[in-house]
C-alpha cells in the first residue's frame, strides 16, 4: 500500500469531505468545531440545496465527479475544482459517499497518498481496521485506511462494550428495526409494510459489531415505514448478573449514552426527536438514546432498547478515528475534546 | 357462577356475534361455513356499511346498544331487536367487542344464561381458561366462559407449541413488531416513528402465552407505522438441537402454519398480502406466515420470522372454542372440520 | 404499418397479456370471464408468486424475456415458451408492462401482425387513437393499436364525460392526490411528506383526458404517502348549472360510477377499501368512488371529490377495447357484457 | 365584557403563554426576542420535557390546571403557582392550548382582565377581531381578543393578499392537502389512506380566510399520512391577468414568503424540511414556501402550490397581534420588527 503523508503532523489536520449529504454534511460541522483540524473542502455530485449550503457555511466546494463541474457553473455556484483537487490539499479525506462506492473511490485516494476515512456502508476489507471510539480506538492509531461502522454497528458497540467491560457478555442477541429511509429521501422507501431485511438470518450486523468489539452476538433486522431513528432490542447474557441500578450508573456515565425515562413523555421516536428539535441543530444525536425504564434483569439476562438517530450517530466516531489516525491524542483525550466540542454530555432533561 | 343452558345439544349451536366489527364479521362467515352450528344474529353499535354488509349477507341484526334502535331505523337498517333479544335465542355469544368493553358485557351474558367467549383484548380472568386450539383445546372442554387469545399471542403459541411438542424448549426471547392500527382506521395511529409498547420490559405477550402454554418466555413489542401484518422475531432455545430441515417438517406438516420463500418473491407483509389477496376474501390469511428461509439454527438456538395476519388468525380458534365448550368434538376433530371449511391447509403456492 | 390479423373473427378473440403483473393479472381474469374472448397465454420476467398463481389459475405462461426461460425452469414453473411463441397465437396482445416498455414492445408485436393494446403509462402516440369506453368507444373501432388511458384519465374522463352530456362543461380544473406506489410495492416510495407531480404546472392529466374527451381541463398531481387509492379533487364550470339532484342522478344512472355516503362511515379511503375487501376479490372497484356528500353546485359551479382504485379502474376499459378493435359489438352492448361479467352496477351498499 | 389593564402601556408587555406545546413555545421564544415584551410565565397540563426544556429555557412555569401543581412538584420540576397566579401578571395571554379548549379558557381571561390572544382552532367569535399581519393588522389596533387565523389560513391569506393587492382578484379555489398529525404525535393519524376533510364541499378554510381578507374563495380539504408541512394547490382568477414575472416579483419582495426552485432540489416537503434544519432550530418556516416553478399563468387563471410549515408559520403573526392590541407599532413598524428578529427575509438558498 502506497505512503500518506501527513502522520504526527504539526499544525491542523487538512479534512477533506468526499460526499457533502447527510454524513458528510454532519462531519464537516464538526471537523469544523475542532482546534486541531480544518475542512479544506467538501465535494457534491450536483448543484442543489446542499451544496448550496456548503457555500454558504463557508466550505470550498469541489466537484465530486469531475466532469460534472459545468454543472455547479451553470447553477451559479462556485467550485474550487474536482475531487482531485482537493485531494491534493488535504491529508485525509473523510469518504462519505453512498454504500460501496466509497470502495471505488480507494484507488484515488491511495494514487493521492492521503489517508482516508470509510463509512459503514462499505465492506470491512475496505480499510486496515473498523473503527468504534469506545471500544477499539487503539487499532486505528497510526492507520492509513480506517473504517468507521455504520449507525447500528456503532449504536450497538457503544452499549456492548459497556456492558462487557464491567460485567461480561456471553452472548447477545438483537433485533434492529430500521427507519427505511432517511428524512430527507423522497423516492425510496417501503410506504406500508414491514420487510425482514435480511430473511434468511441472522442479519450482518452481529459480524459488523465484531470487527470492533469481541462478542458472541446473533442480530436480526427489519425495515419499518419510518424515517426518524432506528430501534434496537437488545438482551444481554452477562457473565456476570447486574443489578439493575449498577447497570443504569455504567450507561449513565458515559457521555455518550443518553437515558430517557417514559415518565417525561417519551413515548416512541416521535417524542425524541420532537424534544431533539430544541436541543441541537437538524435535531442531531449523537447520542444512543436508551429509555431507562426498558432497562431490566429478567431470569438472569439484561434486556434494554434503545433508539438510535442514524444521522448523527457515527459523527463522533469520524472526528475521533481522525485524531487515532494521525495519533494526536489517546481515546480518552479525544473523546473528551469531541464530546466538548459536540456538546455531548452536556444535555440535562 | 349461573349455569349455561345448552351442553352437548342436539341440533346445531346457535351462535351469536357482539360485535360485527373486523373480528365479528369474519367469525361470522366462520360459523356459517361449520355444519354444526349456525349464526342466530350479530351486533352493531352504529348504522354504517359494515352494518349494512351484516343484513345484505342474511345476518340478522341487532342493535348493541339498545338505545340506538332508532338510530338503524332512521338508516333503513332492519333491526331484529336488541343485543338482549338476541341473547335469548344463543347457545353462545362471541364478544367480538373492542378491548375491556368484553369484560363489561360479561354481565349480561351470566345473567342470559348463555356460554360466551371473549377475545384476546380482554384479561385472562374475564374467563374461566385462556384457548389456542394446538396448545389446549380440551382444557375448554365443557367451559362456560372462555377466552380466545390475542392475534399475536395465538401466532406465537401455534409455532411454540410445535417446538416444544418435538424438540422441547428452554427458553423463547420473542420481539413483536406489530402494525399499529387496522387497515380500516382513519383515526388512531403512529405516522412516523416507532414505539416501544410497553417501554418497561417485558412485553404482556409472554405471560399472556402462558396461559395457553407452559413454556420459559420473555417478549418485548413494538409498534410501527403499518397497517398489514404483525411481524414475530423469535429466538428458542430447544431442549433437543433440532436439524434444520426436520424443523421445516414439523411446521410444514402443522395445517395453520404456511411456510414462505423469498426466493418466491415474499420479501415483506406487503407481498405476502399483495399474494393473499388472489386466495381468500378480505385477504384473510388464518395461518402464521413463516418465512422458511428465516429459519436458521445458529449455536444450537432456534431463529425464525413470522407474519401473523392480525384480523384473520384467531378466526379458526374461535371456532373450535365453540366445539370444546359444548364438547361437541375432540381437538383433531375439531381443527379437522375448522380447517377443512375455511380452506386451512390447501393452500399451495 | 403491417396489418394485423384477426378482424372480425369467428370464434373468441385469442388474447395474450404481455406482464402478468397489477394490471395483467385483472385483465386476464376480466378475458376469462367474457364469452367472446379467451387468454391464450400471459408472461411474467421473473418466476415469483405472481407466476405461480398465473399457472394455479390455469394460464399458459410465457417468458417475457427469452433468456430467462431457464429461470422458470429452475424455480420448478412450467413455461409454454417465449413471448414470441405467445405472440404467435394470439389475435391481440394486451401489454401490462411497466411504463415506457410498451413503446419497446411495440416493434415485437408490429413484427407478428397481431393487434395490441397499450396502457396509459405509455405515450398516446404509441397507438392508434386513445381509450375510454363512456368517451369514445367508437374511435377505436377496427384499430389495430389503441392505448387504454391512465386510472388517473380513465377516472376523469367518466365523471366529465357524465357531465359534459348532459349539462355541458366550460371548464375543469382538477387536483389529483395520488398514493405514491400501489400496494404490493415494497422499495420505492415517499415514506414521509408530500410531493407535487409535476412542480411545473399544469400536470400531464389534463392534456391526457383531451386524448378522450374534447373539454377545456387544467390538473394539478401530488404524490402522497398512502398505497390505496388516488383522490380526485374536481371543479367544473358548467355550462348549464345543474340542480344537485339531476347531477346526482346522472352520476348514479351510470354503472361505472358509485356514489358512497359519508354516513355509511365512508369517512376515507382505507374505509372504502375496508367495505371493497367483502365485495369482490382483491378488493377490485372498477367503478370510480364518488362521495355524494362532496357533490356540491357553488356558485354555479360544480365541486366533487372521488376515489379511484388505480389497480382495478382500467380493467373493464381494456375488455371494451378489446371488443371495439375487433368490432364485435356497439358501445352499449359491450359496455353491459363487461358490467354483467365483472358485477359492475350490481353493488348495492 | 370587562376592561383590560395594560393598553399603550411603557415598558414591556408582559406576555404569559396558556399552554406550552407545539405553538406555544414556539411563540414564548419569539416574543423572548422582542425588545418591546418579555415572557412572564408559561403553562402545562402535565409534567413532561416540554414543560422541562420550558423551566431550562428560563421560562417561568405554572400549572395550566390548579389541581395539578403536585405533579409538577412529584416529577421534580419547579413550578411557580397556576395559571390564575399567572394571569395577575401578564398584559396579555396567548392561548395556545388545544382547539375548542381557547373559548372554554375565555372566562378566566375577562375575569384577569388581561388581554388575551386566541389561535386558529378557536371559532371566530371567540374574538372581536381574526388577524393576519399583512391583511388586517389595523383592525386588531387596540383589541382586547383578537383571534390569529390558523396555519392553513394563514398561508392561504398571506399570498392571497398579494395577489389581490396587486393584481385584484375575481375567485379563488384552493385544495388544501394536510399534513393529518403533527411530527411529535404518536397516537393519532392516518396510517394508510386519504381523508376527504371535510367530505361535505367547501371545507372552512375558504370562510376562515373571509374573516381576514376580503375574497370570493372556495377550499377543499384533504388530509394524508405525512407530519412535515401542508400542501396548498391554488387557483386565482386575477381580474388583471398579470406577466408571470411580475407576479413572482411581488411573491419575491414579502419577506414572508420563500420562493423555492425545483433545481435545486426541493421536490418534496422532506427535501424542504431537509434544508430548513440547517437553517433554524426546530427547522420552523415562518415563511409560505412557493414553488417558483409552480407559479403558472394559465389561460389568465394562476396556479401555484406552497408549502406551510405548520408548526411555525403562525409565530410572527402572533407577535404582531400582539403590538396591534396594544397599538405599539404601524404594520410596517411591526412586521419589519418581528420578521428581524426572527431572521424572516435574511434567508438566502
Same mark, same amino acid.
Given at each position: 500500500?502506497?505512503?500518506?503523508?501527513?502522520?504526527?503532523?504539526?499544525?491542523?489536520?487538512?479534512?477533506?469531505i468526499n460526499g457533502y449529504g447527510t454524513?458528510g454534511k454532519?462531519?464537516a460541522?464538526?471537523?469544523?468545531?475542532?482546534? +486541531?483540524?480544518?475542512?479544506?473542502g467538501v465535494t457534491k455530485t450536483k448543484p442543489d440545496f446542499e451544496a448550496k449550503m456548503a457555500v454558504k457555511k463557508g466550505y470550498k466546494l469541489y466537484a465530486a465527479i469531475p466532469e460534472r463541474v459545468e454543472l455547479f457553473e451553470k447553477a451559479g455556484i462556485k467550485i474550487e475544482g474536482t475531487i +482531485?483537487d482537493l485531494?491534493?490539499?488535504?491529508?485525509?479525506?473523510?469518504?462519505?459517499s453512498?454504500?460501496?462506492?466509497?470502495?471505488?473511490?480507494?484507488?484515488?485516494?491511495?494514487?493521492?497518498?492521503?489517508?482516508?476515512?470509510?463509512?459503514?456502508?462499505?465492506?470491512?476489507?475496505?480499510?486496515?481496521?473498523?473503527?468504534?471510539?469506545?471500544?477499539?480506538?487503539?487499532?486505528?492509531?497510526?492507520?492509513?485506511?480506517?473504517?468507521?461502522?455504520?449507525?447500528?454497528?456503532?449504536?450497538?458497540?457503544?452499549?456492548?462494550?459497556?456492558?462487557?467491560?464491567?460485567?461480561?457478555?456471553?452472548?447477545?442477541?438483537?433485533?434492529?428495526?430500521?427507519?427505511?429511509?432517511?428524512?430527507k429521501?423522497d423516492k425510496?422507501?417501503?410506504?406500508?409494510?414491514?420487510?425482514?431485511?435480511?430473511?434468511?438470518?441472522?442479519?450482518?450486523?452481529?459480524?459488523?459489531?465484531?470487527?470492533?468489539?469481541?462478542?458472541?452476538?446473533?442480530?436480526?433486522?427489519?425495515?419499518?415505514?419510518?424515517?426518524?431513528?432506528?430501534?434496537?432490542?437488545?438482551?444481554?447474557?452477562?457473565?456476570?448478573?447486574?443489578?439493575?441500578?449498577?447497570?443504569?450508573?455504567?450507561?449513565?456515565?458515559?457521555?455518550?449514552?443518553?437515558?430517557?425515562?417514559?415518565?417525561?413523555?417519551?413515548?416512541?421516536?416521535?417524542?425524541?426527536?420532537?424534544?431533539?428539535?430544541?436541543?441541537?441543530?437538524?435535531?442531531?444525536?449523537?447520542?444512543?438514546?436508551?429509555?431507562?425504564?426498558?432497562?431490566?434483569?429478567?431470569?438472569?439476562?439484561?434486556?434494554?432498547?434503545?433508539?438510535?438517530?442514524?444521522?448523527?450517530?457515527?459523527?463522533?466516531?469520524?472526528?475521533?478515528?481522525?485524531?487515532?489516525?494521525?495519533?494526536?491524542?489517546?481515546?480518552?483525550?479525544?473523546?473528551?475534546?469531541?464530546?466538548?466540542?459536540?456538546?455531548?454530555?452536556?444535555?440535562?432533561?
Open positions: 500500500m502506497a505512503k500518506c503523508r501527513g502522520n504526527k503532523k504539526k499544525g491542523k489536520i487538512k479534512v477533506a454524513i454532519r462531519v460541522d464538526a471537523v469544523k468545531l475542532q482546534k +486541531d483540524m480544518s475542512v479544506v +482531485d485531494l491534493e490539499k488535504a491529508d485525509i479525506v473523510i469518504d462519505c453512498p454504500g460501496k462506492i466509497g470502495a471505488e473511490n480507494k484507488e484515488k485516494y491511495v494514487k493521492a497518498g492521503v489517508k482516508a476515512i470509510f463509512q459503514g456502508g462499505e465492506k470491512a476489507n475496505v480499510a486496515e481496521t473498523s473503527f468504534n471510539a469506545l471500544s477499539c480506538y487503539d487499532k486505528a492509531l497510526g492507520k492509513n485506511y480506517v473504517r468507521v461502522v455504520s449507525c447500528n454497528t456503532t449504536g450497538l458497540t457503544r452499549v456492548l462494550y459497556l456492558i462487557k467491560e464491567n460485567f461480561g457478555i456471553k452472548k447477545v442477541r438483537a433485533t434492529m428495526i430500521r427507519r427505511v429511509v432517511d428524512p429521501e425510496k422507501g417501503l410506504v406500508n409494510g414491514i420487510m425482514p431485511n435480511p430473511i434468511t438470518l441472522p442479519s450482518h450486523h452481529g459480524p459488523d459489531v465484531q470487527t470492533v468489539l469481541d462478542v458472541d452476538i446473533t442480530t436480526v433486522a427489519f425495515k419499518v415505514p419510518s424515517t426518524l431513528m432506528h430501534i434496537h432490542s437488545i438482551n444481554v447474557v452477562p457473565e456476570k448478573i447486574p443489578e439493575r441500578e449498577d447497570l443504569l450508573e455504567v450507561l449513565r456515565s458515559e457521555p455518550r449514552i443518553l437515558l430517557l425515562k417514559e415518565n417525561d413523555g417519551f413515548t416512541s421516536t416521535a417524542k425524541i426527536i420532537e424534544w431533539a428539535r430544541e436541543v441541537r441543530m437538524r435535531y442531531d444525536l449523537y447520542e444512543n438514546c436508551v429509555w431507562e425504564d426498558s432497562v431490566s434483569i429478567v431470569d438472569g439476562e439484561i434486556y434494554l432498547t434503545q433508539a438510535i438517530h442514524q444521522e448523527a450517530i457515527v459523527v463522533p466516531e469520524n472526528i475521533d478515528a481522525i485524531r487515532a489516525m494521525f495519533e494526536l491524542k489517546s481515546r480518552e483525550e479525544s473523546m473528551k475534546l469531541t464530546n466538548n466540542s459536540l456538546g455531548i454530555g452536556k444535555i440535562k432533561i
